[in-house]
Antibody, heavy 119, light 106 residues
Framework: QVQLVESGGGVVQPGRSLRLSCAAS????????MHWVRQAPGKGLEWVAI????????NYADSVKGRFIISRDNSKNTLYLQMNSLNTEDTAIYYC????????????WGQGTLVTVSS | SYDLTQPPSVSVSPGQTASITCSGD??????VCWYQQKPGQSPVLVIY???KRPSGIPERFSGSNSGNTATLTISGTQAMDEADYYC?????????FGGGTKLTVL
């Protein structure tokens, strides 16, 4: 079955960097687009970024553009999110999610990893 | 930016029908889906492509989309359906979520 396992979260000071990973299994990772979505404590879902199948096309939410970088290693079945210049508003649970076959929907989600930006 | 508007909360009695709306410009021409999120859990896709249900989602969940409004309908609502529900669509190559609706079954 499809499994997505995020890791790399933790407490980080404002202005610092952090890299999240998402290990995928149970499907052919290299044939699906992948997303990062976050959820601040007590708030709704906020889409963060998407990468295409081969990683050549990427898009970002305005709130993270220029600071976050989404990438993937299809040989390792792993999705990444490099987060730079973090601020307190980036505090959230970060989920990786698999795009469905059509590319329009997110059909499987990981359990999330918590990132806390605090001094 | 493209905004999706959902009511913050909806209440329904057990066994009754719950309807949750999602409004956005020309939403009927967009690729809309719905997610269910229970406390402490990850979101689950419950409706996609306007009205299709993924495997394992009960038949009581249905969807519609026309004009500027998409609607998630839960027929014969059960206590286990109490959750937050989010609609999702696209703005060019960007994913957009609605603000979420808390469904209370009482």
């Amino acid at each position: 079955q499809v499994q997505l396992v995020e890791s790399g979260g933790g407490v980080v000071q404002p202005g610092r960097s952090l890299r999240l990973s998402c290990a995928a299994s149970g499907f052919t990772f290299s044939t699906y687009g992948m997303h990062w979505v976050r959820q601040a404590p007590g708030k709704g879902l906020e889409w963060v970024a998407i990468t295409s199948i081969e990683g050549s096309n990427k898009n970002y939410a305005d709130s993270v553009k220029g600071r976050f970088i989404i990438s993937r290693d299809n040989s390792k079945n792993t999705l990444y999110l490099q987060m730079n210049s973090l601020n307190t508003e980036d505090t959230a649970i970060y989920y990786c999610a698999k795009g469905d076959i059509s590319g329009w929907y997110l059909d499987y989600w990981g359990q999330g990893t918590l990132v806390t930006v605090s001094s | 930016s493209y905004d999706l508007t959902q009511p913050p909360s909806v209440s329904v009695s057990p066994g009754q029908t719950a309807s949750i709306t999602c409004s956005g410009d020309k939403l009927g021409h967009n690729h809309v889906c719905w997610y269910q999120q229970k406390p402490g859990q990850s979101p689950v896709l419950v409706i996609y492509q306007h009205d299709k249900r993924p495997s394992g989602i009960p038949e009581r969940f249905s969807g519609s989309n026309s004009g500027n409004t998409a609607t998630l309908t839960i027929s014969g609502t059960q206590a286990m359906d109490e959750a937050d529900y989010y609609c999702q669509a696209w703005d060019s190559n960007i994913v957009v979520f609605g603000g979420g609706t808390k469904l209370t079954v009482l």
